[in-house]
T-cell receptor
Framework: AQSVTQLDSQVPVFEEAPVELRCNYS??????LFWYVQYPNQGLQLLLK??????LVKGINGFEAEFNKSQTSFHLRKPSVHISDTAEYFC????????????FGTGTRLKVLA | DARVTQTPRHKVTEMGQEVTMRCQPI?????VFWYRQTMMQGLELLAY????????DSGMPKDRFSAEMPDATLATLKIQPSEPRDSAVYFC??????????FGPGTRLTVT
């Protein structure tokens, strides 16, 4: 079975500062990894995904994430955040074969301060 | 810009009533997922369809919940009878490949 741990429930950061949202996973099989963003009263939007290949993945809105197999991590980063980045961010994992159910982390609430 | 649509966006109902939520997946997508989101439990997968066939509904309370895909353009989630503990936001997601999921805006259900 797979599991996902998002270590921080809330992350406050000042505007234009860098941010890292942490995600660790556990799995005995190969996985795909995802980051989603949820703005208030909206559905989840895919930020980026790691399927294979380069371990550094670039996504929308200036976000990127690095897959680290040895540390079983997939941390999300942005070099300079904006007020509009305030949202909930979810890390998710799925198997690479068989059923592709997502296992979601509990989410990290990013609050960007002026 | 293709999107998953869900209706209704908001639903308030009394305990014991039947609730039906509808989802129109993105045209051409062959996988559909139903999730429930609450503050306490986070995002929970309720059901998962591929090519309209249910693959996994282990996350769904079988006694009151049912999920179907009467055709490729419509997925439904029904609760009968509804209970206050069913109050949540219900999301539908669709994908062309199993590893892709595009979420709808959700149905916010309140059961009083």
């Amino acid at each position: 079975a797979q599991s996902v741990t998002q270590l921080d429930s809330q992350v406050p950061v000042f505007e234009e500062a860098p941010v890292e949202l942490r995600c660790n996973y556990s799995s005995s099989v190969s996985v795909y990894l995802f980051w989603y963003v949820q703005y208030p009263n909206q559905g989840l939007q895919l930020l980026l995904k790691y399927l294979s290949g380069s371990t550094l993945v670039k996504g929308i809105n200036g976000f990127e994430a690095e897959f680290n197999k040895s540390q079983t991590s997939f941390h999300l980063r942005k070099p300079s955040v904006h007020i509009s980045d305030t949202a909930e961010y979810f890390c998710a994992v799925s198997r690479t074969s068989g059923t592709y159910k997502y296992i979601f982390g509990t989410g990290t609430r990013l609050k960007v301060l002026a | 810009d293709a999107r998953v649509t869900q209706t209704p966006r908001h639903k308030v109902t009394e305990m014991g009533q039947e609730v039906t939520m509808r989802c129109q997946p993105i045209l051409g997508h062959n996988t559909v997922f139903w999730y429930r989101q609450t503050m306490m439990q986070g995002l929970e997968l309720l059901a998962y369809f591929r090519n309209r066939a249910p693959l996994d509904d282990s996350g769904m309370p079988k006694d009151r919940f049912s999920a179907e895909m009467p055709d490729a353009t419509l997925a439904t989630l029904k609760i009968q009878p509804s209970e206050p503990r069913d109050s949540a936001v219900y999301f539908c997601a669709s994908g062309l490949y199993d590893y892709e999921q595009y979420f709808g805006p959700g149905t916010r259900l309140t059961v009083t």
